[in-house]
């Protein structure tokens, strides 16, 4: 018990230590969360009409905006994981091609639960579904639900491919993981579960408050998103190196060529 606490401790510290690293890379992030709320306020997402609010979820120009968002969450934390591995911000942004090719899968397992969640009317309509909102409801939480329970077995996985490095698959990596699973899926679990909870709150009340009041909970949102994204990073690295302590193995299976590790 105490091991788990050390390490869960220890990956928010990792995580600011992240974060004072690559600060470029968080503003960008922070930037391009403020654009999405912008447009959020303009086509009324805000409102406290709930028919005003769906209409605003599905502009054009919001959905085209998630994609390059997602994308950044996604290159955030690999650039996160790099440089944490690596202890070296400049070498965390030479990326080797091996790197880029494995991390494609890595964002293919976390992209297509993310298809189903926005496009889960269309999906059910194409099915000859009629979409009403238990059935939309139920496609979310499963695809949603699935990926997260899926991602603790897969951390080994996710470090490896953002190296750059030959070792550990997704298969291998669950079953390096193996009963751990449970453990780690906790860590994970109580890192992401007050973030989560703090960005739908701040969401949530921004809805039908003076413009002043909006704002700064929107821009505090933006922050508190960039921060956990990376924050989950960390911690999903010291669970995988949590498991390869327990399993007698090392984090990365084989070492890149041209990568120090400490």
Known sequence: M???????????????????????????????????????????????????????????????????????????????????????????????ALAWRRYAGVVVFQLVPALAIIYAEPILAALGTTPTAPAVMGVRLVFGLGQQLLEPLLLLWFVNAAIGTTGFGPVASARATGWWYFVVLLMVFVTRLPFNAAHQALNRYAMGQSAGVMWGMLALDAVLVSIMVVM??????????FVAERRGVRVLAEVARGVAVA
Not at 37 to 57: Q, W
Not at 232 to 241: E, P, S, Y
């Open 232 to 241: 989950i990073a960390a911690v999903q690295l010291r669970a995988a190196g």
């Open 2 to 96: 105490k091991r788990f606490f050390t390490n869960w401790a220890g990956g928010f510290g990792d995580g600011v230590k992240a974060l004072r690293a690559l600060p470029w890379l968080v503003a960008g992030m922070i930037a391009l969360e403020l654009v999405q709320h912008v447009i959020e306020v303009h086509t009324g997402f805000f409102s406290l009409d709930p028919a005003v609010r769906k209409a605003a979820s599905l502009t054009p120009v919001r959905m085209a905006l998630g994609w390059p968002k997602m994308v950044a969450t996604w290159a955030l934390a690999f650039f996160a994981v790099r440089f944490l591995v690596l202890d070296d911000a400049r070498a965390a942004l030479r990326v080797p």
